[in-house]
């Protein structure tokens, strides 16, 4: 199972940014994901989760802004992050969980100015 996320970078706040979560190994439509984020010094939070035949739901810091979706043709999950605000800097992950296990791709770094 691998998870690569991308897609971060540096943006104004208001701005928008979409992350890519590239998955392979046993993930398929119906396996759960998310994505979490890391704040310097801060523990990692939950922002954003999708699975099979349920309607996403998002932490309520970033509902509203933030859409996460998956296309499955392509193995691919997104997060469309829109109105971003200084707090929402943060290493940004995507995850999957297969069974009793967490599965985390490596971070992309998300720096929004002010």
């Known amino acids: 199972v691998q998870l690569q996320a991308s897609g971060g970078g540096l943006v104004q706040a208001g701005g928008s940014l979409r992350l890519s979560c590239a998955t392979s190994?046993?993930?398929?439509?119906?396996?759960?994901v998310g994505w979490f984020r890391q704040a310097p010094g801060k523990q990692r939070e939950w922002v954003a989760g999708?699975?099979?035949?349920?309607?996403?739901n998002y932490a309520d810091s970033v509902k509203g802004r933030f859409t996460v979706s998956r296309d499955n043709t392509k193995n691919m999950v997104y997060l469309q992050m829109n109105s971003l605000k200084p707090e929402d800097t943060a290493v940004y992950y995507c995850?999957?969980?297969?069974?009793?296990?967490?599965?985390w791709g490596r971070g992309t770094q998300v720096t929004v100015s002010s």
């Open positions: 995850a999957a969980t297969l069974g009793s296990r967490n599965y």
């Open positions: 190994g046993s993930i398929v439509s119906e396996t759960p």
């Open positions: 999708m699975r099979s035949g349920v309607i996403p």
